[in-house]
């Protein structure tokens, strides 16, 4: 079994942040696969369920997402590697895609909060959504709604992002990699 992961925060206040990309692509991959709801408390998140793959909303908020996919990577028996979590990653500009297995978090509170529960090697499919112009001001960048040109693309990159972990189920990373990966929106544009 496949468990999606996408990283975000709760709450209508964030739903348009550049942070909740992942639960962005998780809603488009919940309506593809016309997957059910079978949350429970215990779970701390939003889960919805195929046959052979589960996906997964942290409702925890961004810094305590390990507390969320723990529980339900041990109910459901997932080996590390079958985890695929979608993330915000500020180090790369807007509309870049990237896929990597294990590593360090890069300051990302939520992969940091996953790699302390559960481990690192599992597979992260990276969004990115530009940085701001100074360190200090990172966590009021991704909190902040996109900006409108970047609300005009953003659909298609959601739509990008999801067909790639719909061919993480099928085709081998590398073949994925090639295949999806992004320098930038423009790549998707053109």
């Given at each position: ?89 500020i180090d790369l500009p807007f509309g870049a895609v ?28 990276r969004v990115g959504v530009g940085k701001p112009e ?57």
């Open positions: 079994m496949t468990l999606f992961v996408g990283l975000g925060n709760p709450g209508s206040q964030y739903e348009d942040t550049r942070h909740n990309i992942g639960f962005k692509v998780i809603d488009t991959l919940v309506n593809d696969f016309a997957a059910r709801n079978i949350s429970k408390t215990a779970f701390h998140g939003e889960l919805y369920r195929t046959t052979s793959t589960l996906f997964l909303k942290p409702t925890t908020f961004m810094n305590l997402s390990g507390k969320s996919v723990l529980p339900v990577k041990q109910f459901f028996k997932i080996e590390l590697e079958d985890i695929i979590v979608i993330h915000d990653d990237r896929f990597k297995r294990g590593g360090g978090h890069g300051g990302h509170n939520g992969l940091k909060s996953i790699d302390a529960m559960v481990g690192k090697e599992y597979l992260r499919v100074r360190k200090s001001q990172v966590a009021d960048y991704v909190l902040h709604n996109f900006s409108d040109e970047e609300m005009q693309v953003l659909p298609k990159l959601i739509e990008h992002v999801a067909s790639a972990c719909k061919a993480l189920q099928r085709e081998e990373l590398n073949v994925v990699k090639s295949h999806y990966s992004l320098k930038s929106i423009e790549a998707l544009l053109s």
